[in-house]
């Protein structure tokens, strides 16, 4: 019964972990379509009464818009002025926003432009003693110190982060998956984490 709920639980997760950055991003373009559609309905609107015009193609005239302003803004940050202006628009305004961090890292992940922040499993020695715990490593500094992020189980998505000395981390050839499911199921498969670990330092 126990394998079966750890099964329905890390299924759900698993699940909620595609489908919820996929459903943002698609909630972003739907409402940057609407807003688009809606500044430029007085002249669609005259186009489709005026002409033979389909109020489908209306629609395409939109998409055309939306990309070919992605476009010029692409071309603007690429340049020092357009850096600085992204920059300043951001600090000051944008990352005010609830949520718009959230969404950018999302946008980020899913178009491949950003390095997975989960993208290697270590276990870390926290307390400094032979306590270990799984972590995900997230950055790496100039001076050789480590930031994890220790997730909580059940839940992977609450933690804590630490920044550690070099010695206190000892990445492991694991999964990020293998080690997320053993995290939902409280530890459960761990010994695949232990014996690498054991492996590499034989």
Known sequence: MDKIKAFFLTSVLGGVTVILPTVI????????????????????????????IHSLLADVIVIIIIIGVCFAVGILVKTRFGKFLHRLVEEKLLKVAPGYTLIKETVLQI????????????????????TMVTAFVTDEHEDGRFSVFVPTGPNPTSGNIYHLKSEYVHPVSVSVEDAMRSIISCGAGSSTLVAKYKGKNA
Do not use: D
């Open 111 to 130: 178009i491949g432009n950003k390095k997975s922040p989960f993208s290697s499993v270590a276990l870390v020695q926290i307390f400094g003693n032979e």
């Open 25 to 52: 991003l698609i909630s972003v373009f739907s409402w940057l379509f609407n807003f688009v559609r809606k500044l430029i309905a007085p002249i669609t609107n005259l186009l489709v009464s005026k002409s033979e």
